[in-house]
């Protein structure tokens, strides 16, 4: 689950997949992805290159993935993400 890849985690690809995908269709970004493979226990604390999977779903603001990335790690005992407070909800643009 958390195998390295082209220099990211398979969590850092979902969440650049959805937030690139979102960018070019002009669509909603859907979250399922990453909701999923943080279910089925990616690591979201593996920093690569100094970028972990939450600094990856900030740059897209993702403001659905900053949540799950800040809520699993708060509840599962990893290192807590910034609060994401103060972000623009993709989903109500």
Not at 3 to 26: F, N, P
């Amino acid at each position: 689950m958390n195998e390295v890849c082209c220099g990211m985690t398979l969590l850092m690809h979902a969440i650049d997949l959805e937030g690139d995908s979102a960018l070019q269709s002009r669509q909603p970004v859907d979250s399922a992805l990453t909701a999923i493979l943080l279910a089925y226990g990616a690591d979201p604390t593996i920093t690569l290159d100094g970028e972990t999977a939450y600094d990856i779903a900030h740059r897209y603001n993702r403001s659905m993935a900053i949540r799950l990335l800040h809520r699993f790690t708060t509840h599962h005992g990893g290192v807590a993400a910034p609060d994401p407070g103060g972000l623009v909800d993709e989903d109500k643009r």
